[in-house]
Nanobody, 119 residues
């Protein structure tokens, strides 16, 4: 099992910045990739950014150039630096890890952290 705990959410004005952190514990050696997703009420959870253990990154078009996903070492911890925040970035942000246990791939989620962009 892998446990994920997010931190760093909060209230910020438009144009401001926040940094989210995701700390993983447990069988972190089995993590293949990690990422951030977000969800607003009534909508599906959407991808924000992903990063593999090798460091390859992928971003949603809506955040590319404003958000940066990174990690201190191969798997832990992981960060999401969010700059030039917009009201439409308001959502619950979830940390995600894709874990491989003996050829079986499992997706794990954190509990989420609220990000509110408002003046």
């Amino acid at each position: 099992q892998v446990q994920l705990v997010e931190s760093g959410g909060g209230l910020v004005q438009p144009g401001g910045s926040l940094r989210l952190s995701c700390a993983a514990s447990g069988s972190i050696r089995n993590i293949v990739s990690m990422g951030w997703y977000r969800q607003v009420p009534g909508k599906q959870r959407e991808l924000v950014a992903t990063i593999t253990t090798g460091g390859s990154t992928n971003y949603a078009d809506s955040v590319r150039g404003r958000f940066t996903i990174s990690k201190d070492n191969a798997r832990n911890p992981m960060y999401l630096q969010m700059n030039v925040l917009k009201p439409e970035d308001t959502a619950v942000y979830y940390c995600n890890a894709v874990v491989n246990f003996g050829g079986v791939t499992i997706t794990m989620w954190g509990q989420g952290t609220q990000v509110t962009v408002s003046s």
